[in-house]
């Protein structure tokens, strides 16, 4: 009876150790197996007393106008969308391209996730994609602060199914 107890408790640790393995090696995937990108972005907010030190970032595709993008109503929240992104010629910066419903089968584009529609004059779909939150040193995040007061340039790694982490922050050159 001992012997199963023992075993028993092993078994639950070993499976606990290995979700969250698991855990770590989904988030970690686009880093170690991604294309990296640019993209242009606009800081929010550098720090929360609760969260850390962090900057808040936002990206011309986190909200798209569905008269100029075609978008449907339909879209329901948390339903999986694609952005697929181009590469500007004059700065290396990777823009919007087009929003698909559908995996694209080659090109660069990010996976993101619907939240919704937001009216103010104009319809715009917000898109949430995981990569919405840089997490630095505090003396990184307040550099950030002033650095970025005009918005800067993120970079991506995007793995091969969309999923993107931010590896850096760089103010405009």
Known sequence: ???RLVIGL???????????????????????TGDEVKVQTIPVDPRSMFRGNYALLRYE?????????SI????????????????NAENDLYEFSQ???DKPEE??????RAQGFRYSGQQHLRIKYGIEAFFA?????????????????????????????????????
């Open 137 to 173: 040193p505090k003396e990184k995040a307040l550099a950030l602060e002033k650095e970025l007061a005009d918005g800067g340039v993120a970079m991506l790694m995007i793995a091969k199914d969309g999923r993107a982490r931010v590896i850096d922050v760089l103010p405009n050159e």
């Open 61 to 69: 595709f986190s909200e798209l106008d569905t008269e100029i993008n």
């Open 1 to 3: 009876m001992k012997n």
């Open 107 to 112: 090109g660069v584009f990010i996976r993101g």
């Open 72 to 87: 449907s109503q339909d879209l329901r929240h948390g339903e999986i969308v694609y952005v697929a992104l181009k590469k």
């Open 99 to 101: 929003l698909l419903l």
């Open 10 to 32: 092993v078994a639950v640790v070993c499976f606990q150790l290995l979700v969250l393995v698991g855990m770590y090696v989904k988030a970690a995937l686009p880093i170690w």
